[in-house]
């Protein structure tokens, strides 16, 4: 397909838009949940730190990666289309696509729709003094989702203006936690990062530690690919999308570096592991409890502007595929009035509202974790493979660093993926969402035979 055959979506997108998907759709709910995670697995203040560094660099890797290829191909559906052109295997593309529809992207939306009903549930107690029950949670996380899905079926401009309104929101009041801990810095106190790599019984370095504390860190830092998946919705994508994607990610690595120093700042270490809400924590510590109710507030926005974005771009790649004939046909419709993929949008609510339903966030993002990351080391080896393949192509951006770039991400993400498998708190979900991956064989099968195909994709 080329750049000029997408003419049934609507071209909504300008470089603005683009960057707020990159920085909204990254600072979700990661930053105010995972932290508190992250140093319980790692146990000290340095090595919490560590984790957020080398999650941010992996993030920058690859979206340095996404950029180049971004450039080079900027058709809908991200890492499918790069995937199904680099890889020539139509199988590759399909199991990915899969498994982003059944597992991954329902996951995602749903984990972070559960950390905005946590927040909600802490404005509601400060407010009436009435606290939610865990289903009621549940609910309150499935009504976010069923809520932005509808913004999202009736057009792209509607979603891209609510991506960018509630990331200045969230901008605003993660800038608002570091300016304040800043200015009241007498309430804070460097002892809190001493000792800096914990204490004597639990200083060593423990591979399966710093594994399981990468999966939320890493969970955090998701993002750095969705602009991509909109490029055939996005006003000039060949200078647009990388513009967004590394902006956006540096940008984000940031914030979260400044937004953790002033976590472990404010907070004694002990407390900051044992905290649910530590930036509501942080804010009391800072303001008192009107300082609470207003990070709550943030964090509400933010994460309500987390799923909003994950809804825009998820459908994309469903589309995609099922525009390849690997899907069903339904999926591909577009909306005669409203211009978006209605159907898969449809679908990706529904099923983000089932995940919702499941459990806790750290349970939910388990269970995508490994599958999503497999298909992230495939996806960021496409740039070496179409630079082997198609070495003439216009490329108006190349990764900086080449091959130095890929090969770091994929290292690491390999590792990580090794630690999964050691972690008897994750191997057992992990063995579920391979299970809910391996049912798309058949599928698999079935649609490639009727869609009258070789495996070579065209």
């Not at 007498?186 to 399981?212: C, I, N, R, T, V």
């Not at 999964?420 to 299970?435: A, C, P, R, V, Y």
Request: some cysteine; glycine content about 10%.
């Amino acid at each position: 397909m080329s750049d000029t055959e997408e003419t049934s979506l609507v071209k909504g997108l300008g470089p603005l838009e683009a960057t707020t998907i990159i920085v909204g759709g990254t600072i979700g709910s990661g930053i105010f949940r995972a932290p508190n995670e992250i140093a319980q697995a790692v146990g000290s203040p340095g090595m919490s730190m560590v984790v957020w560094i080398v999650c941010g660099i992996i993030a920058i890797c690859g979206g340095l990666c996404i950029a180049e290829m971004g450039s080079m191909m900027p058709r809908t559906g991200g890492a499918y289309v790069y995937l199904r052109e680099a890889y020539r295997r139509r199988w590759v593309s399909f199991i990915y696509g899969w498994s982003a529809f059944w597992l991954v992207w329902p996951v995602s939306i749903a984990a972070v729709a559960n950390v905005f009903a946590t927040y909600l549930n802490e404005v509601v107690q400060y407010t009436t003094g009435i606290s939610l029950g865990t289903w009621e949670e549940r609910f309150v996380a499935v009504a976010c989702v069923a809520l932005l899905t509808v913004i999202n079926y009736v057009g792209v401009r509607f979603g891209g203006q609510v991506t960018n309104l509630f990331t200045y929101l969230k901008v605003a009041a993660l800038g608002g936690l570091i300016l304040l801990g800043i200015v009241l810095a007498e309430k804070g106190s460097m002892s809190h990062f001493s000792p800096l790599w914990g204490s004597d019984a639990d200083s060593g370095f423990s591979f399966g530690a710093f594994g399981a504390a990468m999966v939320t860190g890493l969970f955090a830092y998701e993002g750095w690919t969705f602009s991509s998946y909109v490029a055939g919705e996005t006003k000039n994508p060949r200078r647009n999308l990388p513009l967004s994607i590394i902006s956006g990610v540096l940008f984000v690595m940031g914030i979260y570096l400044l937004a953790n120093f002033i976590y472990i700042y404010v907070l004694p270490f002990d407390q900051f592991q044992a905290s649910n809400a530590v930036a509501s924590e942080v804010m009391q510590t800072l303001i008192g409890d009107t300082g609470g109710l207003i990070i709550s507030i943030g964090v509400m926005c933010s994460t309500f502007g987390g799923v909003n974005v994950q809804i825009l771009v998820a459908p994309r790649i469903f589309y995609a595929l099922a525009k390849d004939g690997l899907f069903f046909e339904s999926v591909a419709k577009v909306h005669p009035k409203f211009r978006t993929p209605s159907n898969s949008i449809l679908w990706q609510g529904t099923l983000a509202c089932c995940f919702a339903l499941s459990g806790q966030y750290d349970e939910i993002i388990s269970y995508g974790a490994f599958a999503s990351y497999a298909f992230s080391i495939l996806t960021i080896l496409a740039v070496v493979v179409l630079r082997y393949t198609q070495p003439d192509a216009e490329r108006p951006y190349k990764v900086w660093a080449y091959p130095l770039t890929p090969l770091i991400f994929v290292a690491v993400i390999g590792g990580y993926m090794v630690s999964l498998l050691m972690s008897e708190q994750f191997l057992f979900n992990t063995l579920i969402g391979l299970t809910i991956v391996a049912t798309g064989i058949p599928f698999y099968f079935y649609w490639n035979k009727n869609n009258g195909t070789t495996e070579e994709a065209e």
